[in-house]
């Protein structure tokens, strides 16, 4: 069993409120899940801060360069919504 973790920082300008940034991140979530259906995706942190939000997500296979694979594609679907300017981001993938 080969697992994928990622943490990514998002940044975005221009919200007025936490409700924006919400739609936002709920409107990311819903369309990566629906595109990458096996995957787990969660903000995880920095939820009271209206311009940051910290995502969480996690795909399980038995293989690991497909892992490798989908997590790549999370981070370049991510990036090319142009709705946020991607911070750091910490990836690791662990063999069981």
Do not use: C, Q, W
């Amino acid at each position: 069993m080969v697992v994928g973790i990622a943490r990514f920082e998002l940044y975005m300008s221009g919200n007025k409120s936490l409700k924006d940034k919400r739609r936002l991140i709920k409107s990311l979530v819903e369309r990566a899940r629906s595109r990458f259906p096996s995957l787990s995706l969660a903000e995880v942190d920095s939820l009271d801060l209206k311009d940051k939000a910290t995502i969480g997500l996690g795909y399980v296979s038995n293989d690991a360069s497909l892992v490798n694979s989908v997590l790549d594609k999370v981070t370049s679907y991510i990036e090319s919504t142009g709705n946020f300017r991607m911070g750091e981001k910490e990836m690791e993938i662990i063999h069981f």
